[in-house]
Antibody, heavy 121, light 107 residues
Framework: EVQLVESGGGLVKPGGSLRISCAASGFSFSDYNMNWVRQAPGKGLEWLSSIHSSSSYQYYTGSVKGRFTISRDNAKNSLYLQMNSLRDEDTAVYYC??????????????WGQGTLVTVSS | SYELTQPPSVSVSPGQTASITCSGEKLNNKYAYWYQQKPGQSPVVVMSQDNRRPSGIPERFSGSNSGNTATLTISGTQVMDEADYYCQAWDITTHVVFGGGTKLTVL
């Protein structure tokens, strides 16, 4: 059974940093693209970042580029998101999601339960 | 950047057909995907590659994609289908793109 379990969320002050993690199990982690998606309270889904199965490339949405860094450790079946210079508007539930790529296409077939990050003074 | 537009809300009576649209420039040149999210839960894929139902998704869910609009159709809508629905596509510049979401109310 595919499982994605996020951790590391919490309360952080504006300008602060936080690293969240996602532990994967039930599939061959090193074969898949992985992604971070967030959802602000009462809002829609926002894709943040994607990392290739071998970490050969990473993509980011404009609002987090230069502040957030996605990484993975295939030996530990883990995905990470380092978040720096956090802002109030980064408050959201952060989801880890497995990506399925069909060439020039990608969708997210399994999602974790999410971890809440609250940025507030 | 590429954008997808959905109606904020759709209402349907139980047993009737619900249609949720997703519009984007030349969307038919891309695959459309649909996710269902119930309150307090994570999103679940209910339609893949325009019209393919993942395993475990009821047959009452169907999809299409033509021109600038993809449509998720739920035939014989049940109360359990009440949820937020998000369309998604992939674009070479914007990468993973979600629509703003549609709240489906069944009453």
């Amino acid at each position: 059974e595919v499982q994605l379990v996020e951790s590391g969320g919490g309360l952080v002050k504006p300008g602060g940093s936080l690293r969240i993690s996602c532990a994967a199990s039930g599939f061959s982690f090193s074969d898949y693209n992985m992604n971070w998606v967030r959802q602000a309270p009462g809002k829609g889904l926002e894709w943040l970042s994607s990392i290739h199965s071998s970490s050969s490339y990473q993509y980011y949405t404009g609002s987090v580029k230069g502040r957030f860094t996605i990484s993975r450790d295939n030996a530990k079946n883990s995905l990470y998101l380092q978040m720096n210079s956090l802002r109030d508007e980064d408050t959201a539930v952060y989801y880890c999601a497995r990506g399925v790529s069909n060439g020039a296409d990608l969708y997210l077939d399994f999602w974790g339960q999410g971890t809440l990050v609250t940025v507030s003074s | 950047s590429y954008e997808l537009t959905q109606p904020p809300s759709v209402s349907v009576s139980p047993g009737q057909t619900a249609s949720i649209t997703c519009s984007g420039e030349k969307l038919n040149n891309k695959y459309a995907y649909w996710y269902q999210q119930k309150p307090g839960q994570s999103p679940v894929v209910v339609m893949s590659q325009d019209n393919r139902r993942p395993s475990g998704i009821p047959e009452r869910f169907s999809g299409s994609n033509s021109g600038n609009t993809a449509t998720l159709t739920i035939s014989g809508t049940q109360v359990m289908d009440e949820a937020d629905y998000y369309c998604q596509a992939w674009d070479i510049t914007t990468h993973v793109v979600f629509g703003g979401g549609t709240k489906l109310t069944v009453l």
